[in-house]
C-alpha cells in the first residue's frame, strides 16, 4: 500500500508544524527537557538522520512504532540526542504539571499573548522560561 502523505492545505495538522515551533522545541531540548520515546509522539528530524521521507512537512515524524525508528537508532538515548521532540498540547501540559508551573501562569499568557491558536507556543515559551532559570539558579 502506497503511503498518502499530510497535505498542509487540506489536512487539520495534529500540532502547527511551523519553523517557529520546531525552533523553541529545539532550545527545550538544548536547555533540558527530559524526554522518553514512545508511541504517540511527534518528533522533528532537523538534521536528516532518518532515511524515509516524512508524511508531514519539514521532517516531522509521528513515533506510531517504536520496532522502526529503533532499527534506524539502534537505541532510545540515540533517539533523544538525534531528533527533537514535539510535544502536544496535551503533553506540554503534562510538562508544565511535571515542572511544578502554575496553572495561574498559563492562563495569563493565554489571555495575554494568544493570538491565531498560538497556545502551543506559549506553552513552550513558558517551559523553555522555567527550564532557563532553572539551569541559572542551581540547586
Known amino acids: 500500500m502506497k503511503p498518502t502523505p499530510f497535505t498542509p492545505d487540506t489536512d487539520l495538522a495534529p500540532i502547527p508544524f511551523s519553523p517557529e515551533l520546531c525552533q523553541l522545541a529545539s532550545q527545550l ?3 533540558g527537557l527530559i524526554w522518553h520515546p514512545h508511541v504517540g509522539c511527534f518528533v522533528w528530524d532537523k538534521d536528516q538522520h532518518i532515511p524515509v521521507s516524512s508524511p508531514f512537512p519539514n521532517r516531522i515524524y509521528f513515533i ?3 520496532g522502526h525508528f529503533l ?5 532510545t538515548s540515540k533517539m ?3 531528533l527533537v ?3 502536544t498540547c496535551h503533553q506540554a501540559r503534562l510538562v508544565c504539571e511535571q515542572l511544578s508551573i502554575p496553572s495561574k501562569k ?3 499568557k493565554r489571555l495575554t499573548k494568544s493570538q491565531n491558536g498560538d497556545d502551543l507556543i506559549n506553552l513552550y515559551q513558558i517551559i523553555l522560561e ?3 532559570d532553572r539551569k541559572a539558579t542551581p540547586q
Not at 532499527?71 to 537505541?75: D, L, R
Open 29 to 31: 531540548k538544548e536547555n
Open 64 to 66: 506510531l512504532n517504536m
Open 71 to 75: 532499527k534506524i537508532f539502534e537505541s
Open 80 to 82: 533523544v540526542e538525534q
Open 85 to 87: 521532540w514535539l510535544p
Open 106 to 108: 498559563i492562563n495569563e
Open 130 to 132: 522555567i527550564l532557563k
